[in-house]
């Protein structure tokens, strides 16, 4: 543990479900755990008992919050946890809290396999709609010319971005053709139990957590990460967003959640010290912001200038593209509040300067 998760506290210690299992966090609450082949090597999906309406009254089964990315690993993992895990009964529905790919990439396939219909904000499902479809915001040739206007203007990387076409179709091959929309505040009645939505902003374009007063549980997807902060980016697709400011006032809605909720996160262990974790990532990304004003009082500076600032760590590729993400989300925060002035110089290149 590094030192902020020390601050936490992680009821279940250091258990995890085994792969093809899943583990009760709660009455009709269950924890699967699948991998990733990245960096971030894993992610958390969940089982909820529920009952739905039928046409001969009510149906016993499960809904399943959030999918894992498109390869036979992943459906493999699933198989197996129809076979052993779900007591006979069919999966209901499946709720997704966005769009990216380790959390929407199956859902087509677990919808048309259960015949259960996918529940979404209207924002992301549109979006994942598109990018099954296109080169949007991850890479091909609008992507290359976002970030070179950053200053990334290496050319191996520049045309291995242009290249890389079939990065979101890959993993997401397909969405369903229908959804039932979720939104800020909605109640979803799973198991006799209501969940509300909190919406999120920053990090994907309408993110979906759910609350459980009830059993005092957040389903906090990729909003609310014990160990990490999660990725928060401007891309080609929305260039003069303001991301991080959005995310920041994102995670305060959890603050009106009970200091002692157990928070349930797609990447990491399920916690408790959910106020903590807010006022923890407020704390990184402030001294994130102050190394970049800094820079920036020093001489302007575009976005690939600040990666060394803000990442200590060699970054390959793929890496880079979502640094760069994330340096000019600060750049924005900062433009946008006021103490950077922003300047198109004759290279076509953004760089920032103190006011």
């Known amino acids: 543990m590094n030192l902020l998760e020390q601050q936490l506290h992680y009821p279940l210690g250091d258990v995890l479900p085994e792969p093809g299992t899943t583990l009760e966090v709660a ?37 399943i919050v959030d999918c894992c990315i498109s390869r036979d690993e ?5 198989e197996a946890i129809f076979a052993t895990q779900l007591q006979g009964l069919p999966i209901l529905r499946v709720i997704v809290t966005h769009m990216h790919p380790d959390h929407i990439g199956l859902a087509h396939w677990l919808c048309e396999r259960w015949q259960a219909p996918l529940w979404i904000s209207a924002t992301d499902y549109n979006v ?3 990018s099954t ?20 203007t290496d050319p191996d990387s520049i045309e291995k971005i242009r290249a890389r076409t079939n990065y979101y179709p890959s993993l997401v091959p397909d969405v369903p053709r229908s959804f039932h929309r979720l939104m800020d505040g909605y109640t979803v009645r799973i198991g006799g139990r209501d969940w509300t939505c909190i919406s999120g902003y920053g990090h994907a374009p309408e993110h979906i957590a759910l609350h459980c007063a009830e059993l005092n549980i957040l389903i906090g997807g990729d909003m609310m990460l014990p160990r990490i902060s999660t990725n928060v980016s401007v891309y080609d697709v929305e260039p003069e967003s303001n991301a991080l400011t959005q995310f920041l006032d994102s995670i305060d809605k959890f603050s009106a959640l009970d200091a002692d909720t157990l928070t349930l996160p797609s990447h990491g262990k399920p916690f408790k010290g959910l106020h903590k974790r807010i006022e923890q990532l407020h704390d990184h990304h402030r001294d994130r912001l102050a190394e970049v004003m800094e820079a920036c009082q020093r001489k302007p500076c575009h976005a690939a200038d600040i990666l060394p600032i803000m990442f200590k760590r060699p970054l390959d590729l793929h890496q880079t593209t979502f640094a760069m993400g994330e340096a000019v989300a600060h750049l924005h925060a900062l433009w946008y509040g006021g103490q950077l002035r922003r300047t198109l110089d004759g290279d076509g290149i953004y760089r920032f300067s103190a006011v």
């Open 133 to 152: 479809q296109s080169t949007t915001g991850f890479g091909g040739e609008s992507a290359a010319r976002f970030f070179a206007s950053h200053g990334l």
């Open 27 to 63: 009455p009709g609450v269950r924890w699967i755990r699948m991998s990733l082949p990245f960096a971030l090597n894993h992610i958390n999906l969940w089982l909820l008992r529920d009952e739905m309406d039928g046409p001969d009254g009510p149906v016993q089964g499960w809904t």
């Open 74 to 78: 992943s459906k493999a993992q699933w």
């Open 128 to 130: 994942a709609r598109l």
